[in-house]
């Protein structure tokens, strides 16, 4: 009979003991989840870093006030040049990182319905044209796709720079203007022979 006791109260401590395990294991899973769970929160993924594109009317008002020169990117939605330069130009890190800092950039598409206030003058779609009048008198009728256009600040036409930019011949005209070499009366051709592009991989 004692014997018997004694089996039962080995067995029901060797019970309680692993009850006691199961809850010990229980709580450290409970613990380890909620704290996985505050740092995943806590430890956002960071965004890749974009241009900031904004409309012709920001960059106009803007760009005289705070020194930047303007970058316009006519396209069109069937335009395949023009989705291979969003995709590979405009995505180059050297590229993003100036644009941002020296220049308002606006993307236009040229057979749009935007209405723009340029210089006084109100433009908009043209049915006859088939493109929007803004892009008709920027690119002087010249209407292919991707044209890149550079402005000064008070959004005077420096040069329209038609067809696809890789992102090297991109960031030379960027720096050209962008540093004001065209004020020096430094060629943009001889310019181009000392650039060194940002190294890529």
């Not at 316009?72 to 800092?101: E, P, R, S």
């Not at 065209?182 to 181009?192: A, H, L, P, S, T």
């Amino acid at each position: 009979m004692k014997y018997e006791r004694l089996n039962i109260c080995a067995f029901r401590c060797y019970e309680v003991l692993w009850m006691k395990r199961i809850m010990l294991l229980i709580l450290g899973l409970f613990f380890y989840q909620n704290l996985s769970a505050q740092t995943s929160k806590s430890v956002k993924p960071q965004e890749p870093e974009q241009i900031k594109w904004v409309n012709m009317e920001y960059a106009l008002k803007n760009a005289s006030k705070n020194g930047r020169l303007i970058l316009l990117d006519f396209y069109t939605d069937w335009c395949g040049w023009c989705k291979v330069m969003d995709k590979k130009t405009y995505t180059d890190k050297a590229i993003i990182q100036y644009m941002n800092q020296k220049f308002y950039a606006v993307k236009f598409d040229a057979e749009g319905k935007d209405t723009v206030n340029y210089k006084g003058r109100e433009y908009s779609f043209a049915p006859a044209l088939r493109c929007n009048q803004f892009a008709y008198k920027i690119l002087n009728g010249n209407m292919g796709y991707p044209t890149t256009v550079f402005m000064n600040e008070s959004g005077d036409v420096l040069t329209p720079v038609p067809g696809y930019l890789d992102a090297p011949t991109l960031e030379s005209l960027l720096k050209y203007y962008g540093e004001r070499k065209y004020e020096q009366g430094i060629n943009y051709d001889d310019f181009r022979k000392n650039f060194q592009p940002s190294p890529r991989e």
